[in-house]
């Protein structure tokens, strides 16, 4: 046939068949199916993978069949779900994925040329989108409870109140288990995880099908409800939540009781973007935990508000240490016998430039809750020991210490530092602890108390009987003096409950040879009724209120050689 060509045209024309043959070997091996249809939509060429793919007899793989015979075959294969990915900007290349009724899904990306024709790929990309979709819930759901994430919440609020723009209303109730830490700590993580999970599922039943339930981390849940009738139904929902989280939780045969606070937002009023939303959630959830929690509450602005204040309280005391604004204040404590001044108390006084005096109640609690009561506490340890050194030798300092500190601060050096600098002998200064010390951490907190006793470090239990008054801790380490809480004394002259209180714990100080102060003695009277129960050491207005450094010496002076207080002289 090539007879009359010239044989280098031949050998030409014998490459090029040999290239067309390699061509077609490396077509029928791709992965991907493949096709070239030209200008007017006839099919060029077709590899058998792509009659594979869309289960096409061999006759339509033939060079010439028109496209719509094709399309004509394949029709009624793909589902609704098939959609168009999009066109590459850079190549020109449409994207399309389709989704088969026999669950496949089939990607298609199709170039034309610029004479018309076309050439597709076609692969099977239903491994690819199966195992993407588990990565995406994985990632947007819990594996514990199966719940959304925060993600998948955020989502819903936006969806909601994009709606709520064109005139609906939705809630997001925000909750927090009551008892979960202790379940946690004192059970084990199996018994904490399972405590989730049911409170998951039962989550899941208070609920309509319309509503979001999602877990935002450790014991947060929150739920989102969807535009129905507020606030009516989300009271109706919370009520449901909260009695059906009352009901004990079954680990091992023991009934556990969780119980839960929720707080609840409702878009749009409360806040027009999902982050406010959740804040003003979270701010009522505050609110409902601090009204005594197995309860509910609404947002209110003023929340806003007395978090706004918190926010600049906060700021202003973390200057106030460099700006100088801490003071001491000295009360001095009075040894019944003999009636003379044993001991000053150092009471933290904060002057605020604008505010004035802010009471210790106000601020050691934001101190705490922020850590700054560490570097405070130091300072106050520096500063009491160094003005302890200008009083007489037989006179104690006592330095009040938070749980704060005691839990994750540096005490034992922050002391041994204060005593070396000022040079005050450690059987001067005393550490004044409240109940709540002992209650974390009780070894820990054990081993520092004894580490101060081992300098010489006197240790007092103060406000002894407001908080948990376990005589066990009382046991647990050798107090040098129990502090009697002066609410006890305010009471003792009319409420024999309180008098009986005072006695008990005098007994017990003496039998423990522990020395007992009472605290707050306004009166005469009150005086006559703690000592004739035995106390050893008083503390009250009725000697002297908190006063500055300057003043102690003078006051060590007057109160001395049993001098009787202002009160007494006038009764
Ligand atoms: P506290 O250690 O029990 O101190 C005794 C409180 O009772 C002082 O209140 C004192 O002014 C007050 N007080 C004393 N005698 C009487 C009285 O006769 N009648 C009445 N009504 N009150 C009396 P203050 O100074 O407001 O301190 C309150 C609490 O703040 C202290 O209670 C203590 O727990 C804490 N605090 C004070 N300074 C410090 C400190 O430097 N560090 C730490 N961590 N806490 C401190
Ligand atoms: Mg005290
Ligand atoms: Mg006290």
């Given at each position: 046939m090539h007879r009359d060509l010239p044989p280098q045209e031949l050998l030409r024309l014998a490459s090029l068949e040999r290239e067309n043959a390699l061509l077609r070997a490396a077509l029928e091996r791709l992965p991907q199916g493949m096709c070239m249809f030209d200008a007017a939509d006839r099919l060029l060429l077709a590899n058998r993978r792509y009659l594979e793919l869309w289960q096409l007899p061999p006759e339509l793989g033939r060079p010439g069949t028109p496209f719509s015979a094709i399309r004509a075959a394949t029709r009624g294969q793909e589902t609704a779900a098939s959609r168009e990915r999009?066109?590459?900007?850079?190549?020109g290349t449409r994207l399309r994925e389709w989704a088969m009724d026999d669950g496949r899904t089939i990607e298609v990306a199709v170039s034309r040329e610029a004479d018309g024709s076309c050439v597709a790929l076609h692969e099977d990309v239903t491994e690819q989108r199966r195992a993407h979709s588990h990565i995406e819930h994985q990632a947007r759901h819990d594996p514990l409870t199966g719940l959304p994430h925060r993600?998948?919440?955020?989502?819903?609020?936006?969806?909601?109140?994009?709606?709520?723009a064109r005139g609906g209303e939705a809630a997001l109730l925000c909750l927090d288990l009551d008892r979960f830490k202790p379940v946690n700590d004192s059970l084990g993580h199996a018994a904490g995880d399972e405590v989730l999970r049911v409170v998951a599922a039962r989550l899941r039943q208070c609920v309509r099908q319309s509503d979001l339930v999602a877990r935002l981390g450790g014991d947060?849940?929150?739920?989102?409800?969807a535009g129905v009738d507020q606030p009516v139904a989300s009271t109706a929902l919370a009520r449901r939540i909260v009695a059906a989280l009352a009901q004990p939780i079954d680990i091992d045969g023991h009934p556990v009781h969780i119980g839960s606070s929720i707080g609840i937002a409702v878009a749009p009023f409360d806040g027009a973007d999902p982050d406010r939303l959740l804040r003003s959630a979270d701010l009522a959830l505050y609110r409902a935990k601090e009204d005594g929690r197995g309860t509910f509450r609404y947002f209110e602005p003023e929340m806003d508000a007395r978090v706004q204040a918190r926010r600049g309280l906060e700021a202003d005391l973390r200057r106030a240490l460099d700006a100088g604004e801490f003071e001491l204040a000295y009360q001095p404590q009075v040894a019944l016998d003999g009636r003379r001044v044993s001991g000053v108390e150092a009471l933290l006084r904060w002057r605020h430039p604008a505010r004035g005096g802010v009471s210790p109640a106000d601020f050691i609690p934001l101190a705490e809750e922020t850590g700054l009561i560490v570097p405070i506490g130091r300072w106050v340890l520096q500063r009491a020991c160094a003005d302890a050194c200008a009083w007489p030798a037989d006179v104690r300092v006592a330095v009040n210490v938070s749980a704060v500190q005691l839990r994750r601060g540096s005490l034992l050096q922050d002391v041994e530092a204060a005593l070396a600098d000022s040079g005050l002998p450690p059987q001067r200064l005393e550490i004044e602890i409240t109940e709540s010390a002992m209650l974390h951490d009780t070894q820990g907190v054990i081993g520092t108390l004894a580490a101060l006793r081992a300098l010489g470090v006197q240790v007092a239990m103060d406000d002894f009987g407001t908080g948990y008054s376990s005589l066990s801790y009382l046991r647990s380490f050798p107090f040098d003096r129990i502090k009697i809480d002066r609410s006890f004394v305010a009471d003792a002259a009319h409420d024999p409950e309180a008098l009986s209180i005072i006695r008990a714990v005098t007994g017990l100080g003496r039998s423990l040879r522990m020395a007992t102060t009472?605290?707050?003695v306004e009166t005469a009277e009150q005086l006559r009724i703690v000592s004739a129960e035995g106390c050893s050491e008083v503390q009250g207005y009725l000697f002297s209120k908190p006063r500055p450094a300057a003043e102690v010496p003078g006051l060590i002076e007057r109160l001395a050689g049993g001098a009787p207080p202002a009160e007494e002289r006038r009764a």
């Open positions: 999009g066109q590459d900007a850079g190549t993600a998948a919440l955020v989502e819903e609020l936006q969806r909601q109140l994009a709606r709520g947060e849940f929150a739920v989102v409800q009472v605290e707050g």
